[in-house]
């Protein structure tokens, strides 16, 4: 069995946001480019991906884009779980391709979560499933190479450089896309 790329999946109750999203959210299409939360905003919304590729975008004082996080089709997108304290966004998230996303209101969520023990707890699981994520991409950072970090990313998703552009997939692994493409090569 694939081992899913981003590993929060693996630790949450996918069964039950992926019914949440389909059965009572709306299905909305992105164009290649269009956000789907963008920064400064709070997010309206978590979606589940039908199809299409999305990717976290952060930005530096200078404007310059880091991609922090990277989501497909049969995943979860959300500034999450900020936007359900109505937190504004640190990242936007973009459309690397045209996308169809079944999106259910964060405000409709938060609500469920008052009224609602088991949501609740889902929720508060799926948090720390995705801090569990976020924090393991941290840590890798400081603890592997950039070729460790590399050839875990091309082992998770080995098609990922038809979906993203090799600048993208640079920025992700947080070194440049000169040193990506001599990564490549090594391997090759």
């Not at 941290?138 to 091309?154: D, F, H, T, V, W």
């Amino acid at each position: 069995m694939k081992e899913n790329f981003n590993t929060y999946i693996d630790h949450i109750e996918p069964d039950f946001w992926r019914e949440l999203c389909v059965k009572e959210g709306t299905l909305r299409h992105y164009k290649r480019g269009e956000e789907f939360a963008k920064v400064g905003h709070v997010a309206r919304y978590v979606g589940y991906v039908k199809r299409g590729t999305m990717k976290y975008i952060s930005f530096s004082a200078d404007g310059t884009e880091h991609v922090v996080g990277l989501e497909f089709a049969g995943e979860f997108v959300s500034d999450f779980p900020f936007s359900l304290s109505g937190v504004e966004a640190r990242v936007s998230i973009v459309a690397v391709s045209p996308c169809d996303i079944y999106c259910f209101p964060v405000s409709e969520l938060a609500k469920r979560m008052k009224e609602d023990t088991k949501v609740r707890d889902i929720v508060m699981r799926s948090s720390e499933a995705v801090f569990s994520t976020v924090y393991d991409r941290y840590m890798a950072l400081y603890s592997k190479s950039p070729q460790q970090r590399y050839e875990e990313l091309a082992s998770r998703h080995p098609d990922l450089f038809t979906i993203f552009s090799l600048k993208d997939i640079a920025s992700f692994l947080n070194i440049t896309p000169t040193h990506l493409s001599r990564l490549r090569n090594a391997k090759h």
